[in-house]
C-alpha cells in the first residue's frame, strides 16, 4: 500500500442485543472479533489503527503506536461521539477508514480497491447490489474537517458536503451486521460448523 492511512474500529456500542462484548467474541483460528479486524487493518499496512471501546471492555488497553485504544465514556452519545474520539487519534493529513466491531469480514483486497477509488475531496463507500456497506474510507480533508469540528453529530449528515464514491463488491458480507446471539450463531454454523459456541 503506497497511500498512508489510518483506520478506526468502532467498539464502544454496549452490545445490548448481543449480551456481551462484541469485540471480544470468537471470530476463528483463536482470534476475537477485534483480533481479526486488527489483523486486516494492520497487515494491509493501516498506521495507527484505533479501536474505540466503553467501560465493559475488560482486556488490556496499552497501545503501542500501531494499535491503540481509546475509551468511550460517553456511549449515550452515539457512533458519531466514538468516530469524533478516534480521530483525535489519527495524524492530521491521513485519509482513514472506519469500521465497525460487529462486521469482521473485511479483506485486504476491498481495501485496496477502496484506496484506488479515493479522491481527496471525498469518501469511498463498497456496495452490494446497490445497497452500501462497510467499511467507509475517509479522505484526509474529510478527517481534518470532522477532527476539528467540537463534536460530529450526524457523520450521515456531515458526508452530504462531500463527494460519494461508490465501488460494487461481490461479497454480500459487506452488509453484515452481527447484533444478536442468533446473528453470531448463523456466523459460527456458516463459517466454523464443526466449533461450539461459547
Known amino acids: 500500500m503506497e497511500t498512508p492511512v489510518a483506520a478506526i474500529i468502532l467498539s464502544a456500542g454496549n452490545s445490548s442485543r448481543m449480551g456481551r462484548e462484541k469485540a471480544l ?5 483463536g482470534l476475537t472479533f477485534a483480533g481479526q479486524l486488527i489483523r486486516t487493518y494492520t497487515g494491509f499496512g493501516c498506521r495507527p489503527v484505533t479501536i474505540v471501546v466503553n467501560e465493559s ?7 503501542d503506536g500501531v494499535v491503540n485504544f481509546i475509551l468511550n ?3 449515550d452519545m452515539g457512533r458519531s461521539h466514538s468516530i469524533h474520539l478516534g480521530l483525535q487519534e489519527i495524524p492530521a493529513g491521513l485519509p482513514c477508514f472506519i469500521q465497525n466491531i460487529d462486521n469482521p469480514f473485511t479483506d485486504g483486497l476491498l481495501l485496496q480497491e477502496m484506496i484506488v477509488n479515493l479522491t481527496t475531496e471525498g469518501y469511498v463507500v463498497p456496495e452490494y447490489n446497490g445497497k452500501g456497506g462497510h467499511p467507509v474510507l475517509l479522505s484526509s480533508r474529510i478527517t481534518d474537517h470532522l477532527r476539528k469540528m467540537d463534536d460530529i ?4 449528515e456531515e458526508l452530504r458536503h462531500f463527494s460519494r464514491t461508490a465501488i460494487a463488491s461481490k461479497d454480500e458480507r459487506i452488509l453484515r451486521n452481527i447484533n444478536t446471539p442468533g446473528d453470531y450463531l448463523k456466523f459460527v454454523n ?5 466449533e461450539e459456541v461459547h
Open 25 to 29: 467474541l470468537p471470530y476463528g483460528n
Open 57 to 63: 471492555y475488560n482486556q488490556p488497553m496499552a497501545g
Open 190 to 194: 456458516f463459517t466454523h460448523p464443526s
Open 73 to 75: 465514556c460517553n456511549v
Open 153 to 156: 453529530g450526524n457523520l450521515r
